[in-house]
């Protein structure tokens, strides 16, 4: 199984951007749609984006798109997030998974048998 080791995160204000990133470790990340969680406090673990593993399929909630990119680098095992715009709303711990089954849906959370640890993002007003 991959291991995921998120970084990236930090404090930034609204309207800025920052890249989060995903090592992955092991031989098999080529095998794996990966894909991008949050949670704030309080609430559940939503989904943020996710790519196929091909790279060429990506993924996103509504309240992301067009603010997002996720992309993967085969060459370094790693996956990112460029996040653009950020709003305050955007604050949350942010995990990196992995998924192996390709009939599972991107989208939901159950899908992933891998995890990170998070990285703790945080827009200031």
């Known amino acids: 199984q991959v291991q995921l080791v998120e970084s990236g995160g930090g404090l930034v204000q609204a309207g800025g951007s920052l890249r989060l990133s995903c090592a992955a470790s092991g031989r098999t990340f080529r095998s794996y749609a990966m894909g991008w969680f949050r949670q704030a406090p309080g609430k559940e673990r939503e989904f943020v984006a996710a790519?196929?593993?091909?790279?060429?399929?990506?993924y996103y909630a509504d309240s992301v798109k067009g603010r997002f990119t996720i992309s993967r680098d085969y060459t370094k095992n790693a996956v990112y997030l460029q996040m653009n715009s950020l709003k305050p709303e955007d604050t949350a711990v942010y995990y990196c998974?992995?998924?192996?089954?390709?009939?599972?849906?991107?989208?939901?959370?159950?899908?992933?048998?891998?995890w990170g640890q998070g990285t703790q993002v945080t827009v200031s007003s």
């Open positions: 790519i196929n593993w091909s790279g060429e399929g990506t």
């Open positions: 998974a992995g998924n192996r089954d390709m009939r599972l849906s991107l989208r939901l959370e159950r899908s992933y048998d891998a």
